[in-house]
């Protein structure tokens, strides 16, 4: 009998690994990318690349940008990993590779490397996991991957992403290159570049309040510190 992992199984994995509590403003964040790369991974098709890394550790390090203590985001990363039975290590090594290369290339060539367009001897094995993706070959289309292919394309060339037009063009390259879903390859990224504003606000705002919680403490502490004590008000009668 072949026993498929639960959410639940996955969800204790993760906390067995990660005992301290994680911040609000990032709790969410952690419970939705466990879940989703919980359902991606017990699927039938579902095969490891080292886009998918990518997708997985930007997504990660993006939305929890300033977490604190450093230390603890590490611990968390790791638990996220280990809790779907994988290694966090081989993550970090296939993503860094990634972004190692993109570095080397401007947008155009990226893009066109990632179509199948054009080749480099020293990724030949990683352009063999787009190859066997474009024939089907077990895969499972995932948002995460997606987010791993779009995070190349902005490593290699900031403006190019930047743009909606130009933007909107490449994914629709790389969806017809690699026969992904056009419109959910799309959306995917819209949803993505959205909820990353939307969290560097929630990340600024809380960041304001605590500026000002603590102005205000200063301001009380200044103010105790102006005070007369009775010690030196019956000094001052006395004179």
């Given at each position: 009998?072949?026993?498929?992992?639960?959410?639940?199984?996955?969800?204790?994995?993760?906390?067995?690994s990660?005992?301290?509590?994680i911040?609000s403003?990032y709790n969410?964040?952690?419970?939705e990318l466990l879940?989703e790369m919980h359902?991606?991974?017990v699927?039938a098709?579902?095969?490891?690349?080292p886009?998918?890394?990518?997708?997985?550790v930007?997504?990660f390090?993006?939305f929890?940008?300033?977490y604190?203590p450093?230390q603890?985001?590490?611990?968390i990363f790791n638990?996220?990993?280990?809790a779907?039975e994988?290694?966090?290590?081989?993550?970090?090594?296939?993503?860094?590779g990634?972004e190692?290369?993109?570095?080397?290339?401007?947008g155009?060539d990226m893009l066109?490397w990632?179509?199948?367009?054009t080749?480099?001897?020293?990724?030949q094995?990683l352009?063999?996991?787009?190859?066997?993706?474009?024939?089907?070959y077990?895969?499972?289309?995932?948002r995460l991957?997606v987010i791993g292919?779009?995070?190349?394309l902005?490593?290699a060339?900031?403006?190019l992403v930047?743009e909606?037009?130009?933007r909107t063009?490449?994914i629709?390259?790389i969806?017809q290159?690699?026969?992904?879903?056009e419109?959910k390859?799309l959306?995917?990224?819209?949803?993505?570049r959205?909820?990353?504003?939307?969290i560097?606000?929630?990340?600024?705002?809380?960041?304001?309040t605590?500026?000002?919680?603590?102005k205000?403490?200063e301001?009380?502490?200044?103010?105790k510190g102006?005070?007369?004590?009775?010690?030196?008000k019956t000094s001052?009668?006395?004179?």
């Amino acid at each position: 009998m072949n026993n498929i992992r639960t959410v639940s199984d996955t969800k204790k994995a993760f906390y067995n690994s990660h005992t301290r509590p994680i911040n609000s403003i990032y709790n969410r964040v952690v419970e939705e990318l466990l879940v989703e790369m919980h359902l991606i991974s017990v699927n039938a098709n579902y095969s490891y690349n080292p886009f998918y890394a990518l997708g997985i550790v930007t997504a990660f390090d993006r939305f929890m940008e300033g977490y604190s203590p450093e230390q603890d985001k590490i611990s968390i990363f790791n638990a996220l990993i280990q809790a779907q039975e994988e290694e966090p290590d081989k993550y970090r090594a296939d993503a860094k590779g990634l972004e190692d290369l993109a570095r080397q290339m401007s947008g155009k060539d990226m893009l066109s490397w990632i179509c199948l367009s054009t080749d480099r001897d020293d990724a030949q094995h990683l352009q063999d996991n787009l190859r066997a993706i474009s024939d089907h070959y077990k895969f499972k289309y995932n948002r995460l991957f997606v987010i791993g292919l779009f995070t190349l394309l902005e490593i290699a060339d900031t403006e190019l992403v930047k743009e909606e037009q130009q933007r909107t063009e490449a994914i629709k390259e790389i969806s017809q290159a690699l026969n992904l879903p056009e419109e959910k390859s799309l959306k995917d990224i819209e949803i993505y570049r959205s909820n990353l504003e939307r969290i560097i606000q929630a990340r600024s705002a809380m960041e304001d309040t605590l500026m000002a919680a603590r102005k205000k403490r200063e301001k009380r502490s200044l103010e105790k510190g102006n005070i007369p004590t009775s010690t030196s008000k019956t000094s001052n009668n006395s004179n």
